[in-house]
């Protein structure tokens, strides 16, 4: 063939009897590609150009050479990374001036079917993108949401400052891709290789997206039924799987060899075995044997934890049977409504390390240790006044020994509570332990939401042993793909990783009586996925608290969730304020925040959790100290005023405020960033909740406020309408006045907030509209609360002045 002969990069199934060739430009030979198999098999192959929904699902556009159409492509299967009510979407790049196409109908991209396969599509004159070169191009929503360029797009182009853009490539115009269909379904376990005729090859026939949804509905994992235990995994490319027992960790080794299962038409994908035994209590664990090469080789050696044991001994496994009937239920709980929470973060071994009760080591290190401390008369988060606790992950995580600190962030099980948090893992105690805790904190009043990740998987990578090209998120040469930082990210869209994750979220609802879930790196699983994964906790627990942290490296989705069930991490809120009490924000973005960040990031106010410290990063006290190296362990009277600037302003804004536990009692980590190691550090010293009494006192007053009758109109269900609030700016830029209620439409209070973070007394003109209807009680200021006393009321001038480093609060009853 001429040597202009298109370059072959590569083939992939779209079912298991269909699949595409793909060249690096278009075939515009009359004769289709002779495509051939290695080795060899009893199958012909019809060959004829890809349809025209897959090329355009794959690139984002298509040329249609009947019509003389350019056709740009959205894809609604597969996942789609904008909110539920699917905002009108814009195609925009080089040839329409980007940003100018945002809400212009021209440009904007409409619902059809093409191949049975739901789109948005646009289409028009062809000429302006066939004869110009290569074109970026995105997609973008009307909110002004540019929607993520997936990373299996072969037209991936990077702007001058690193976004990653779509292509236009003019020598890919829909001919580089050919389908070829086989007279029988391929054996997924053992694929051939595909030769072009005239092109050097052989290469690996991959996977395409029927693959990711293949999934079953049968129960997973170990189930005792009186005298018989089922043992089921699902395991699409595996040739052969193994299962393991063994009575106790040291006893004989029984090995049993599964079947695949056959339903109807179904590509074969589960592996099951009937033991005629009740096993309750026994170890057991996987062999999966497949290909050996390649990206999705197959190692018969490993030790495979089921991902749906229900307990486990350490990281690596075993799983234990644990019968169902053998688990208690957890007792009903009412959760509080996402509007009043007031969250505290925390990790189960720095509440309990130093905590003044009597423990053993070893209970200190984990459930136990830590109800004991819920339990006692002086509990420091309920004297605190929080209604919920988030506990960073208590799933079990790859620690490799029981004293070893871990923040829980590798998760190698999504079901089994954590052994390295157990006392007697040996046994399964973590599953009775994680229970009385969770019932010890509703006992205290507190709801429990637990930080869950799905995002990436711990070492040993079981589900990536199981499947890696099922599991795992790699690209179009096989590589894994590391958008968490951490090497592994798992793919969500797969039908049965969302279902794992759905799964073991209902499972720790109905068994643990969690209360709600904050999803570690939500971005990486999708907005898609994040909606079915809420529609489904909902049916099991309908006032579940589902919370977002909304990005990754790749990229942030808090605007895309305002049409979903989730509340997302307000990292935006985090970074101002600690640039507002050292005087580096201004007063205008201060307003934004009180309001709880509405129009982009938040649709109702529950939807924004406002923060300023997490387990990530430095503390508070660290990050805005005066002291050298970020050392805020003594910290100076100017950190500790703004500190409560800051607690002021948390407690006014809209949204569910969260704190980090210790936050209250300046607690620093000695300027260190990253402390995920340093149980020494990590540890809650609570020596400094009395030797920083004042600021703890000024917290706990600022909380009773919200929580009370007159914090509701903070404490607001749906976006409050124009003119609720009034703003006053001061002339300096940085100080901000603001009104709650103005208009009177939440009753006959009404409050009003103001704040100076510079160093110098400023005035603020204030309207009629405050100083009208009569007289003030001042609640608040920068050090504590006051209690007016009956009728104490005054008048608030229509120049207020604001002392410097200051804040008041003020109520009006009318």
């Known amino acids: 063939m001429a040597s202009e002969t298109p370059h072959f990069i590569g083939a992939w199934l779209e079912s298991s009897r269909v699949g595409i060739v793909e060249f690096d430009r278009d075939w515009n030979s009359e004769t289709p590609p002779a495509i051939g198999l290695i080795p060899e098999v009893s199958t012909s192959l019809a060959v004829e150009l890809a349809p025209r929904g897959i090329v355009g ?37 080089e040839f329409n001036r980007w940003g100018e196409a945002i809400g212009n109908p021209i440009w904007r991209l409409d619902p059809d079917v093409i191949d049975n396969q739901q789109v948005l599509r646009w289409r028009g004159k062809a000429d302006r993108f066939l004869y110009s070169g290569i074109q970026s191009f995105k997609f973008v929503t009307s909110e002004h949401i540019w929607l993520p360029v997936p990373d299996y797009a072969p037209n991936i182009i990077l ?10 490539l003019p020598d890919r115009l829909g001919r580089q891709m050919w389908q070829f269909s086989a007279s029988k379904a391929f054996e997924l376990s053992s694929l051939p290789l595909i030769e072009i005729e005239g092109c050097i090859g052989p290469k690996p026939l991959a996977l395409g997206n029927f693959f990711y949804e293949l999934k079953t509905d049968l129960p997973l994992g170990a189930h005792v039924k009186g005298q018989e235990t089922v043992f089921r995994i699902f395991a699409p490319r595996a040739s052969a799987v193994t299962l393991c027992t063994s009575e106790t960790s040291h006893s004989q080794v029984y090995e049993y060899h599964l079947q695949r299962l056959k339903v109807d038409d179904e590509v074969p994908c589960v592996w099951e075995i009937t033991i005629y035994q009740n096993m309750h209590g026994w170890r057991y664990w996987y062999l999966l044997d497949g290909i050996r090469d390649g990206a999705g080789a ?15 001994v350490s990281r690596e496994g075993p799983g234990i049977v644990v019968a169902h009937e053998c688990i208690s239920k957890s007792k009903h709980y009412k959760t509080p409504h996402w509007q009043d929470l007031i969250i505290a973060e925390a990790h189960v071994r720095d509440l309990a390390a130093k905590a003044p009760v009597v423990a053993t080591e070893a209970e200190r290190r984990g459930f136990t240790g830590l109800t004991k401390v819920v339990e006692s008369p002086h509990f420091y988060l309920t004297n605190l006044g929080v209604n919920c606790v988030e506990l960073q992950p208590i799933q079990q995580c790859d620690s490799v020994t029981q004293e070893e600190y871990h923040w829980g962030y590798m998760t190698t099980n999504y079901f089994a509570p954590s052994s390295t948090l157990s006392l007697d893992p040996d046994r399964a105690s973590g599953i009775q332990e994680l229970q009385t805790l969770i019932e010890a904190f509703h006992k205290r009043g507190l ?13 040993p990578e ?92 790749r990229g942030h989705i808090a605007g895309a969730l305002r049409d979903t069930p989730w509340s997302s991490w307000n990292d935006g809120y985090r970074n101002f304020l600690k640039e507002y009490v050292l005087t580096l924000g201004k007063s205008e973005s201060l307003e934004y925040y009180l309001k709880g960040s509405p129009w982009y990031f938040a649709k109702w106010p529950a939807q924004s959790v406002n923060y300023t410290e997490s387990h990530d990063d430095r503390t508070w006290i660290d990050a805005i100290t005066e002291n050298p190296d970020f050392n805020g362990y003594n910290p100076t009277a100017n950190d500790i005023r703004r500190t409560h600037l800051m607690a002021a302003v948390l407690f006014m804004s809209l949204g569910i405020p969260m704190l980090s536990s210790g936050q209250d009692f300046l607690r620093s980590k000695y300027g260190i960033n990253n402390t995920y190691l340093r149980g020494d550090i990590n540890a809650l010293d609570y020596s400094r909740l009395e030797k920083y009494l004042p600021t703890h006192a000024y917290f706990t007053e600022w909380i009773d406020f919200r929580k009370g009758h007159l914090g509701k109109l903070l404490r607001l269900y749906s976006r409050p309408e124009e003119g609720f609030f009034t703003a006053f700016h001061g002339p300096d830029g940085k100080s901000l006045t603001l009104l709650y209620n103005t208009n009177l439409t939440h009753g006959a209070v009404r409050l009003l907030f103001a704040i100076n973070p510079t ?35 005054r008048l608030v001038e229509s120049n207020l002045h604001v002392p410097a480093m200051s804040c008041t609060l003020w109520l009006q009853e009318l």
């Open 57 to 93: 699902s794959l690139y984002g556009y298509y040329y249609d050479e009947q019509r003389e159409e350019f056709n740009f492509i959205y894809p609604l299967s597969h996942g789609t990374d904008f909110g539920a009510s699917h905002d009108p979407v814009y195609v925009a790049g």
């Open 159 to 168: 702007d001058t400052v690193g976004n990653h853009n779509r292509a236009i």
């Open 298 to 312: 197959f190692d018969p050696d490993a030790r495979v934890l089921d991902p749906y044991a229900l307990a486990c």
């Open 447 to 459: 709801a429990v939401i637990l930080d869950v990740v799905y995002n990436h998987v711990g070492v």
């Open 462 to 553: 079981h589900l990536l042993k199981i499947d890696r090209i099922y599991y795992a998120t790699v690209d179009r040469a096989g590589h894994l793909m590391n958008w968490s930082g951490c090497g592994n990210d798992l793919r969500a869209r797969s039908a049965m990783a969302k279902r794992l994750i759905i799964d073991s979220c209902s499972h720790l609802i109905t068994v643990y009586g969690v209360d709600g879930f904050r999803f570690d790196l939500a971005e990486l699983l999708g907005v898609d996925v994040l909606c079915d994964v809420a529609l489904a906790l909902q049916k099991v627990k309908p006032d579940v608290v589902l919370i977002a942290e909304p990005w990754s490296f």
């Open 759 to 793: 160093f110098n007394a400023t005035v603020i003109s204030l309207s009629e509209v405050v100083t009208q209807l009569g007289g003030w009680q001042q609640l608040a200021d920068e050090e504590r609360f006051h209690i007016p006393k009956h009728g104490a009321q």
